[in-house]
């Protein structure tokens, strides 16, 4: 009873999740920045097909990572039920940003559906380099959120 | 009777150490109540700065709307064209971060504190942004007006950071 109210006590609301989600979330697409510097430096994107990693110049950098944050908040508004299996959850978490890209963004962008206007090494080549932003923002909002929920 | 008594006994001292016990637990409750983490304050601090920030764009759209910034002689409003738009955003959020490292010391002036905070990013603004791209100290190669106007449209920053942080937070930081 008494470690019951304190874990209720103890937890944070679900908009402190939230925020602390959106904020876990900027730094796991600070991770998927980071990582297709690794692709490039390992020679994968080139074979991939894709000559540049995500640009590091103001103002372009900033859309990822905020766009992170937004991905973030519907990851927060999930946690509390996914609070026991949240690495799991976490890593397959990245398939709603993909998505989103492969069916709304991509095609807005004249890349078509999944990419394939730009062929099907560019879509491996998005799903392979967004792969740490969800387990990055689990292992973030986890340590931000500590132990109990 | 004498099993009577011990029963008593133990069911008087039950009775007063549940009660001494629930004191206890009650006084820790209340010293543990909604007590959020040096993280918890900065990542929720980021998230309200991220939404001081956009108070701060918005207020900038309704200088321009109301005709001030043309009379300080700024044309434009902040753009919301994409990628332009994140930058002060993810700004917002990073001076947001600072601000949560101590919001708990400054809880009981929240408001006054939060007001003055703009401060912070304003004098980074000046003395270091600024003059980093051509614009000197304050602004002021663009002229005196130009300083005015910066800020007039950072002013609503801060105060909205703290009804933000202390809508996300709640009573007890």
């Known amino acids: 009873m008494m470690e019951q109210d304190m874990n209720v006590l103890g937890s944070v609301t679900l908009s402190q999740r939230v925020a602390i989600c959106f904020a876990s979330g900027v730094v796991g697409a600070a991770a998927v920045v980071l990582f297709s510097y690794v692709l490039f ?14 640009p590091l110049k103001s103002p372009d950098i900033y859309r990822p990572l905020f766009w992170g944050g937004l991905w973030g908040i519907p990851f927060g508004l999930l946690i ?9 959850f976490g890593f397959l978490y990245v398939l709603a940003p993909l998505l989103a890209l492969f069916l709304i963004f991509l095609p807005l962008g004249g890349a078509g559906f999944f990419g394939l206007r730009q062929g099907p090494m560019f879509t491996l080549y998005l799903l392979l380099v967004n792969l740490p932003f969800g387990i990055i923002t689990a292992l973030v909002a986890r340590a931000i959120i500590g132990t109990h929920l | 009777m004498n099993t009577t008594k011990m029963s008593q006994e133990i069911n008087g ?4 150490t549940d ?39 918005l207020f900038s759209h309704v200088l321009f709307g109301l005709g001030v910034s043309g009379t300080l002689g700024v044309k434009a409003p902040v753009s919301l064209k994409s990628p332009d738009i994140y930058k002060p955003l993810f700004w917002g959020g990073l001076w947001g971060i600072l601000f949560g490292l101590f919001i708990k010391t400054a809880w009981k002036r929240l408001y006054l504190v939060g007001f003055l905070y703009v401060l912070a990013p304003l004098l980074a603004l000046f003395l270091f942004f600024l003059p980093m791209s051509g614009a000197g100290y304050f602004g002021l190669n663009r002229g005196p007006t130009f300083t005015l106007y910066l800020l007039l ?7 909205v950071t703290a009804l933000a942080a202390r809508a996300i937070i709640g009573k007890h930081p």
Request: charged share 20%; proline share 3%; net charge positive.
């Open chain 2, 153 to 159: 449209v950072n002013l609503p920053f801060g105060i």
């Open chain 1, 41 to 54: 430096g390992l020679r994968i994107s080139s074979a991939l097909g894709v000559k540049a990693p995500i």
């Open chain 1, 80 to 88: 509390g039920a996914a609070w026991k299996s949240l690495y799991l």
């Open chain 2, 13 to 16: 001292d039950e009775d007063g």
């Open chain 2, 19 to 57: 009660k001494q016990w629930r004191e206890v637990v009650e006084k820790d409750l209340n010293t543990m109540k909604s007590v959020l983490t040096v993280s918890q304050r900065a990542a929720i601090c980021f998230a309200a700065g991220v939404i001081g920030a956009a108070a701060v764009v």
